[in-house]
């Protein structure tokens, strides 16, 4: 299911928002951010979803947000620079 800024989902067993989407030849790239007050040793993630199959691709969970955002645009700007 694809998500929009904002949206609440369970990703790695931690409730974290969308902080961004990117879309990128019909794979959606989701940054993430843990809901503040949640109990989680993960401080964000990135969710890949191909949107024609509807299903996720990868996911990645990460330390803290700074380290997901670091990932996140690192591999959309390598994306982006492809096509």
Do not use: H, P
Not at 44 to 71: E, H, P, W, Y
């Amino acid at each position: 299911m694809r998500m929009n800024e904002g949206d609440i989902q369970r990703v790695v067993g931690t409730a974290m928002v969308v902080r961004e989407v990117r879309s990128i030849d019909n794979v959606d790239y989701e940054l993430y951010g843990a809901v503040r007050g949640e109990d989680s040793k993960y401080g964000g993630g990135i969710r890949v979803l191909d949107v024609d199959s509807d299903k996720v691709v990868m996911v990645v969970a990460c330390a803290t947000f700074a380290a997901a955002l670091a990932k996140f645009n690192d591999a959309t700007a390598i994306l982006t620079e492809a096509e």
